[in-house]
């Protein structure tokens, strides 16, 4: 054990500070005994629930580029780094936990937001610049469902041999979503993220079901026809697959037992990996270098036009779940620096209208969702999910490590930073350059 300054003491071993759950300081009574009640349990997500949560905001996204990836990629290396993003979510989830549990004994409170962390450990520049990254991801994220939903909906009507043009499917989800985006409360949302994972599953199935068999592909090395910035772009696509950190905290503080979060992380991330590694490895040994971004959801690889429609009926369901999420916590945040805590329904109504109306502005005007979704990997995912739990780390409980413990984080610290730094450039490179030759078409049908 090491003691600081303040008298405040802390473990001293990484495996004791990451991957043990932290245990609440004061004693609980146990229901039973003679002469005491029982006392009600406690009211909030379970473990469960929060996986729930996590895998309905995270896999929908997540594995649409999966199989891309692994074309860019190879074998060798696409499932390496899967693997890495994974065991990289885990200990970001960890590390969030322990630092949201500091921040309980310190403050007398649960964070509730991810800025909290921020603030605590940097103050009020920390506070700013946290939440600045926080909802310029949720930004994106919910302009990707968006895009996301919009496109599956343009694949029923094209299939079912009708037509509609992106613009209106835009404007069709947007229009669906209002009333959905009226629940204020994540527990409300618990059993949508629960159904929002079956409705992932399904249509996976299907797509796995009814994939063409092409001329496999043995490249275990990156393949010849891979250039640095499909690589990048690949690389920033694997790490997006496991980010959704933004909401962690919050997600924590609406749990009974918060300690039991890093359960429910470890559970949302065993299961998104096995479907990662499915979905990955069976889309690029049928399709090989054909694999790409939503070809599995199209009527070209699935030419069972009912199985079609109602893969991506579902995968609208899905997609509509994680919308509804990190919706919640884009509006609790505008609502809440607009109108304090308290504030009525009419106030909740104009601030989702607002948000969905800018959502479907920005929908239309990005050419692709890959383009996007490695461009939010590279950026504020890096940021999000490594970057800033490692800074408030070092920060918060950095006096508490051991000279090795120190080391490894600097390591995954330095790691993330040269992410960053090349994805950044590839992606906005490439989303610029996509954005440009898209602007003809923008808006229109």
């Given at each position: 054990m090491a003691t600081t300054a303040n008298g405040d003491v802390y473990e001293d071993e990484l495996t004791a500070s990451l991957l043990q759950p932290s245990m609440p300081d004061h004693d609980v009574d146990k229901p039973g005994m003679v002469g005491e009640p029982a006392e009600a349990p406690p009211h909030g997500l379970g473990a469960l629930g929060a996986a729930g949560f996590i895998v309905s905001i995270i896999l929908g996204l997540g594995v649409l580029g999966i199989p891309w990836a692994f074309a860019q990629l190879g074998w060798g290396f696409g499932i390496s780094?899967?693997?890495?993003?994974?065991?990289g979510s885990v200990y970001s989830g960890f590390l969030i936990d322990k630092l949201a549990q500091y921040v309980t004994d310190h403050a007398q409170e649960p964070p509730r937001k991810y800025a909290d962390l921020g603030e605590h450990a940097f103050g009020t520049r920390g506070r700013v610049a946290v939440r600045a990254t926080q909802y310029a991801f949720l930004a994106g994220v919910i302009v990707a469902v968006q895009l996301t939903a919009a496109h599956s909906l343009h694949s029923v009507v094209t299939v079912l041999h009708g037509h509609i043009c992106p613009v209106t499917a835009n404007t069709v989800i947007a229009v669906i979503m209002l009333p959905v985006m009226q629940l204020q409360k994540l527990e409300e949302i618990t059993p949508v993220a629960i159904l929002g994972v079956v409705l992932i599953l399904l249509p996976l199935l299907l797509y796995l079901?009814?994939?063409?068999?092409?001329?496999?592909?043995?490249?275990?090395?990156?393949?010849?026809?891979?250039?640095l910035a499909d690589i990048a772009a690949a690389t920033t696509t694997l790490c997006f697959a496991y980010q959704g950190q933004?909401?962690?905290?919050?997600l924590r503080s609406e749990m009974a037992d918060p300690t039991t979060f890093p359960r429910a992380v470890?559970?949302?991330?065993?299961?998104?990996t096995t479907t990662y590694l499915i979905v990955g490895v069976v889309g690029y040994m049928r399709l090989g270098p054909d694999a790409a971004y939503l070809n599995y959801w199209d009527n070209e690889h699935n030419p069972t036009a009912g199985r079609t429609v109602a893969a991506n009926i579902m995968l609208i369901l899905h997609v509509m779940t994680g919308y509804t999420i990190n919706g919640n916590v884009m509006n609790q945040a505008i609502a809440e620096a607009l109108f304090g805590r308290t504030r009525s329904r009419l106030a909740w109504f104009g601030v989702t209208v607002c948000t969905l109306v800018a959502s479907w502005a920005l929908a239309n005007a990005i050419p692709t969702l890959g383009l996007l979704i490695a461009f939010i990997g590279a950026t504020c995912g890096v940021l999000l999910t490594f970057l800033i739990p490692i800074s408030c780390g070092f920060k918060l409980l950095g006096k508490g490590w051991t000279r090795r413990d120190a080391i490894g984080h600097g390591i995954v610290c330095v790691l993330a930073v040269i992410v960053l730094i090349v994805g950044t450039y590839t992606t906005t490179k490439n989303l610029i350059k996509g954005m440009a030759n898209h602007s003809k078409g923008s808006f229109n049908c």
């Open positions: 780094l899967l693997l890495v993003s994974a065991a079901t009814q994939l063409p068999k092409h001329t496999a592909t043995s490249d275990t090395g990156v393949p010849e026809s891979s250039s933004t909401i962690f905290p919050e470890v559970s949302a991330t065993v299961l998104m």
